[in-house]
């Protein structure tokens, strides 16, 4: 059976970025789900272009994308995206990634806020201290590309971390049964993160955009993540 899954598209690909993605974020998205050999049929709705489904219920579970934007912001596409939030919380699986996972947590009454070290970008670690079903294949330690500024404080009542590290200390959490955010990337290849260091360079500093392109080199788990989110709508 094939998988719908519902993609909120929280931003537009940077000018002269669409390349070394793979396209656009929903080009990204399908990529991600045939590279770990899934039946998934992605159905992109634009919401920062106010772009919202009339039928929520029509799909088998809803990703929030990553965005320039912050959870935080006064915006109104981000405050009908939050109230979706709210009312499909619960009734259909949502997955949060990088701001969308930011904003799961803000919309349900978390907090989000500047992380203290600064942006973290590239391939980076996190811990598992948790497993819930759907962690299948089980990892010990999640690899995927990061790039983000803000992070989460403190998460929503009910919220329980699965995975973390010194530096970003919410990698992964779960608020009830089917509502799941991750801080990175599984879209990202490295040649979009390697443009975006290189975007970013003046705000990292010439020793972090180093750090950060040398941990290109090393091995990502996004397939295995693709395939959590699979059994997270299926299960």
Known sequence: MTVQLGL?????????????????????FTHLFEACDTDVSIHPYSVIDG???????????????????????????????????RTMH?????????????????????????????????????????LEPWMDPPLETVRLLYSHRDQIETLPPDGLVLAGSP???VGIFVVGEKTVGFQGHPEFTREFTDAIITMREDELGPEAATRARASLDDPIDAPTVARWIVNLVTG
């Not at 947590?105 to 600064?118: E, F, I, N, S």
Request: glycine share 16%; with cysteine; hydrophobic share 40%.
């Open 8 to 28: 909120l598209v929280c931003d537009h690909v940077p000018d002269g970025l669409g390349t070394a993605l793979g396209g656009t974020y929903a080009d990204a």
């Open 51 to 85: 772009e919202f489904p009339q039928d929520a219920a029509a799909m088998d579970g809803w990703v929030v994308t990553g965005s320039r934007f912050f959870a935080t912001d006064d915006e109104p596409w981000i405050r009908r995206l939050s109230e979706f939030i």
């Open 90 to 130: 619960g009734a259909v699986p949502i997955v949060g990634i990088c701001f969308g996972h930011q904003l799961i947590a803000h919309a349900l009454g978390g907090t989000v806020g500047p992380a203290k070290q600064g942006r973290i970008i590239g391939n980076q670690p996190t811990y598992v201290v948790g």
């Open 167 to 169: 530096q970003c200390p």
